[in-house]
């Protein structure tokens, strides 16, 4: 079993800044890729960006240029940069990984882009 929790979100305003951060119980190196989803009401869950053990970044479209997914080694987690956050950001973020042939998630923390 592995643990994934998730820490950082809140409420902020249009073109303000969060950053997200994914601690797991087992070592972010010992799977091939991490990633961030998110989840608006009534939208389907959707990948936000990605990370591998090589350090191969994979991000949305809506959000290039605004997030940043980075691997923090000493505090073993995942964390996810946002810049310039809209409201269309404004959903549930869920951190994953693979590890033991299947996927694992986090609880999810609500981050809200609002004025």
Request: glycine share 12%.
């Amino acid at each position: 079993q592995v643990q994934l929790v998730e820490s950082g979100g809140g409420l902020v305003q249009p073109g303000g800044s969060l950053r997200l951060s994914c601690a797991g119980s087992r070592s972010i190196f010992s799977t091939i890729v991490m990633g961030w989803y998110r989840q608006a009401p009534g939208k389907e869950r959707e990948l936000v960006a990605s990370i591998t053990k090589y350090d191969m970044t994979r991000y949305a479209d809506s959000v290039k240029g605004r997030f940043t997914i980075s691997r923090n080694n000493a505090k073993n987690t995942v964390d996810l940069q946002m810049n310039s956050l809209k409201l269309e950001d404004t959903a549930v973020y869920y951190c994953t990984g693979f590890w033991d042939g299947r996927d694992y998630w986090g609880q999810g923390t609500q981050v809200t882009v609002s004025s």
